[in-house]
């Protein structure tokens, strides 16, 4: 079963037909279209909806026909000192990832974007985390971004520069014992990169 996000409500792609109830709505995805299964993720009745295909890869089929694909990497960068690296877009906290460019290197990606979007230098890959998938609006049509995370280290002195350009209001370091405060307002993918960690 894979989970993916549209704005904090979880869709989930099953391939097990899962008991249905008024708040958790379950669909066909042979049956249906982007235009039901975004009505059924706006309407404040629902807590998550089931996409169901007894067959995993039609189920993928069928969804990325639904929302087109767009990939991006992004990192949780640690600072040497213990600190963690935020950025503040779109009124939430967030964590710096981007879109992958054309014969892009996943890590070289995931590095330039938390340069570009934070100002940040001297970053280190330690490891890949998790991929996260969630569901978005560009120009009026729904797309799927999945993201790449990559624990990151630095041991960086400059004065970090949000891209404001991309909407970024803030860019700061975080002490751990903050994140859970931030986490409050928070998109859940992000959650899901930290406790990967």
């Not at 971004?145 to 970090?160: H, I, P, Q």
Request: charged content about 30%.
């Amino acid at each position: 079963m894979y989970k993916v996000f549209f704005n904090q409500k979880p869709i989930f792609l099953t391939t097990e037909l899962v008991p249905q109830t008024d708040r958790t709505p379950v669909l066909f995805i042979k049956f249906s279209s982007p235009e039901n299964i975004i009505k059924a993720l706006k309407s404040k009745k629902t807590d998550c909806l089931y996409l169901y295909h007894q067959k995993e890869d039609k189920l993928w089929m069928h969804f990325l026909r639904h929302f087109p694909i767009v990939e991006a990497a992004g990192g949780l960068v640690r600072h040497q000192d213990g600190r963690f690296l935020f950025i503040f877009r779109n009124d939430k906290w967030d964590l710096p990832k981007g879109r992958i460019e054309k014969n892009e290197p996943i890590r070289i990606a995931a590095v330039r974007e938390v340069e570009e979007e934070t100002g940040v230098d001297g970053l280190e890959i330690v490891k890949p985390l998790i991929e996260t998938f969630h569901v978005f609006n560009r120009n009026g049509k729904y797309k799927l971004k999945k993201t790449f995370w990559f624990e990151m280290k630095t041991a960086s002195t400059v004065t970090l520069t949000p891209q404001l350009n991309e909407g970024i209001e803030q860019a700061v370091w975080v002490l751990e014992k903050e994140i859970p405060q931030k986490f409050e307002n928070a998109y859940e993918n992000i959650k899901q990169v930290y406790q990967s960690l």
